[in-house]
C-alpha cells in the first residue's frame, strides 16, 4: 500500500510570481491543510514570441528562471504561513493554461489567480483563468489577489 501522500488528493495551483498566485497559493495550502490533500504549484515557461525570428533566447536558461521564481513563491508562502502539507514543484515547457489543464487532470481541484503577469489591467478574469475555468477536467476555484 502507497503512503499517505501518494493516495491523498491534489489540489493543483498555477503560479507565476504575481500577486493573484500567490493568493491562490496561499488559499490551496490552507485548503490542503485542512483536507489532507497534497498541493502541486506549477509553473509554465514558453519561448518569448520574438524567438522565432532569429534571435537566439536559451530556453534551459528560461526554464531556470521559471524553477527558481516558483522556488521562491513556494517559500515564501510557507514561510509565511508555516504551512506543512506537502508540496510537489513542477516547471513545465508550454502556454499555461495547457501546462494547467493537463497537470489538473485527475487532481481534486484547480486553483489559479484571476490575474496573471499578461493581459489587460481591470479585467476580472485573465486568459489564464477564464481558459481553465471553461476546460478544466475538475473544479477550479479562481482567487483574486491584491490589484
Do not use: N
Request: proline content about 7%; glycine content about 12%; overall charge neutral.
Amino acid at each position: 500500500m502507497g503512503s499517505a501522500q501518494e493516495t491523498a488528493p491534489t489540489i493543483v495551483v498555477g503560479v507565476d510570481g504575481s500577486p493573484s498566485s500567490s493568493a491562490a497559493l496561499r488559499w490551496a495550502l490552507e485548503l490542503a491543510r485542512l483536507d489532507g490533500s497534497t498541493v502541486a504549484a506549477v509553473i509554465a515557461w514558453d519561448y518569448p514570441p520574438l524567438s522565432g525570428w532569429g534571435l537566439s533566447i536559451p530556453g534551459p536558461e528560461i526554464e531556470e528562471a521559471a524553477r527558481l521564481a516558483l522556488a521562491d513563491a513556494v517559500k515564501r508562502e510557507v514561510d509565511s504561513t508555516g504551512s506543512p502539507v506537502p508540496i510537489r514543484q513542477r516547471t513545465e515547457y508550454g502556454h499555461p493554461a495547457d501546462v494547467l489543464l493537463q497537470t489538473a487532470r485527475g487532481a481534486r481541484l484547480l486553483v489559479v489567480g484571476s490575474r496573471g503577469f499578461g493581459g489587460f489591467k481591470g479585467t476580472v478574469l485573465g486568459s489564464v483563468s477564464r481558459h481553465c475555468v471553461e476546460h478544466a477536467p475538475c473544479p477550479v476555484v479562481v482567487v483574486r489577489g491584491a490589484s
